[in-house]
Structures are given as structure tokens and as C-alpha cells.
């Protein structure tokens, strides 16, 4: 999808290692759980966003991208895609340098709007699956 090999590799690997991850809780059903696993074993520092802002990995969590104290540098999104949008837009306003929209989370005129702004982003696409591959 939205995702082409040289942008992937630059957000894994050029980008920043601080994730916000939209929709991590501390259920560890979801995806989200695992994959923020998977990001911190890769060296990431995954911070939780969830209305709950629960602490999940050791991670202090916080309901909203903008109650982040610190600079984010990728924000990698776990919402339904009608809900994906605004929370671009978001990372847009608080300075990331990427976003991550999560496999199975599409939204056009949200990429073509955050490319604008002049971030990177992947679409469809999980990083948990796209990271061990990078070697």
C-alpha cells in the first residue's frame, strides 16, 4: 500500500526512536500491546495514548498526543480509519516527524495532508512486521 521501502527504512531507522503509539492500553488482546513490545526490543520508546493514559511497557501514558511533555518522533496509529485523520493531523500540530498509520488503517486525504506538511508516513502497513526485516 502507502508504504514504498525507502520511506519505511528512513522512519525505522533515521527518524527518531521515540513512538507514540495512538491506542496502546495495557489489554494485551490488541495488537497495539504486541507491537509496542516489538518496537521496544528494536530499541524504540514507545509511549502510550489512550483516553486511559495507562502506564503499558513502563511507559507513562497520556490521553492525548498534545499532553506529551517531549518532543515525539513518530506516531503510530491504532485507530479505526474514520478516527485515523484527526489524529494525523495531530501528530502535524505537536512537531512529529512521521506518521504510521497501522495494517488495516487507511486514509487518503489524511496521507496526502500529512505528506503536505512535509512528514514522512506509511500506510497499511505494521512495523512490528517491517522492522526484522530491515537486517
Not at 62 to 91: K, M, Q, R, T, W
Request: glycine residues 10%; negative net charge; aromatic residues 6%.
Amino acid at each position: 500500500m502507502d508504504g514504498d521501502a525507502a520511506t519505511i527504512r528512513k522512519i525505522l531507522t533515521e527518524l527518531g526512536d521515540t513512538w507514540a503509539v495512538v491506542g496502546l492500553s495495557t489489554n494485551r488482546g490488541r495488537a497495539a500491546y504486541g507491537v509496542a513490545e516489538v518496537l521496544q526490543r528494536y530499541g524504540k520508546r514507545v509511549v502510550p495514548v489512550h483516553p486511559k493514559a495507562e502506564t503499558v511497557h513502563g511507559e507513562q501514558g497520556y490521553a492525548s498526543l498534545a499532553d506529551i511533555p517531549f518532543p515525539v518522533d513518530v506516531v503510530d496509529v491504532f485507530v479505526n480509519s474514520d478516527l485515523a485523520g484527526p489524529v494525523a493531523d495531530e501528530a502535524v500540530r505537536i512537531g512529529a516527524r512521521a506518521v504510521w498509520f497501522q495494517l488495516g488503517v487507511v486514509d487518503e486525504d489524511a496521507y496526502d495532508r500529512t505528506r503536505a506538511a512535509g512528514l514522512d508516513m506509511v500506510m497499511d502497513r505494521c512495523p512490528a512486521i517491517e522492522i526484522p526485516r530491515l537486517g
